[in-house]
């Protein structure tokens, strides 16, 4: 098994420009989830899904969209890049099951913004 | 805003020492996870404990839960170069189990 992967590993962009950030696990794991890390801030919760077709927003929504078409895949996009959104984004998936809420992560994708 | 919060910020010790790490919380929860991430990389789960636990061992990992504190810690004994990195606590908000609230981490730096 792969487990969660992302690609790319490293993305510059410019201000206004547009992207997607890819995320896919191959565990069959309902809950998929982005989250952004930032030096001195940890992790923060951009979007969360529980399944194919249900999205939700979490700590700091703003700037992205995600959709959730497959258990396997779940894109983040970047709608309008701002020098903010600089930050090293981690996908992360587990099961809903009480008892499997460890959380495997992906080896996240570093961006900048200019 | 952040649920958990880790302290201290950093620690560094000698290996063979033992290292221990602090987190607090504000909300009652269902269950508190401890991540480690190495630099560069993505975080890697170590353990869990639900909020009707009180301690928990994993090899050389021991988790303790006070929820009457919000509170909790992590102990790794006998620490060797390779346990250097960042540590998270993890909480949930009470209502699922599955969405997560992280702290800024603790960075453990262990000198050979």
């Known amino acids: 098994n792969a487990g969660v992967t992302q690609t790319p590993k490293f993305q510059v962009l410019k201000t206004g420009q547009s992207m997607t950030l890819q995320c896919a696990q191959d565990m069959n794991h309902e809950y998929m989830s982005w989250y952004r890390q930032d030096p001195g801030m940890g992790l923060r919760l951009i979007h969360y899904?529980?399944?194919?077709?249900?999205?939700d927003q979490g700590e700091v929504p703003n700037g992205y969209n995600v959709s959730r078409s497959t258990t396997e895949d779940f894109p983040l996009r970047l709608l309008s890049a701002a020098p903010s959104q600089t930050s090293v984004y981690f996908c992360?998936?587990?099961?809903?099951?009480?008892?499997?809420?460890?959380?495997?992560f992906g080896p996240g994708t570093r961006l900048l913004v200019l | 805003s952040q649920q958990g919060e880790e302290d201290p910020q950093a620690l560094s010790i000698q290996e063979g020492e033992n290292a221990t790490m602090n987190c607090s919380y504000k909300?009652?929860?269902?269950?508190l996870q401890w991540y480690r991430q190495n630099s560069g990389r993505g975080l890697v789960h170590l353990i869990l404990i639900r909020s009707n636990e009180r301690e928990k061992h994993s090899g050389r990992l021991r988790v303790t839960l006070d929820t009457s504190k919000k509170s909790s810690s992590l102990l790794i004994t006998a620490s060797r170069a390779a346990d250097t990195a960042s540590y998270f606590c993890a909480t949930d908000d009470g209502g699922s189990n599955y969405k997560l609230t992280f702290g800024k981490g603790t960075l453990l730096t262990v000198n050979p």
């Open positions: 899904s529980v399944g194919a077709g249900i999205t």
């Open positions: 909300t009652s929860i269902n269950n």
């Open positions: 992360a998936s587990s099961w809903l099951l009480a008892g499997q809420e460890t959380q495997y």
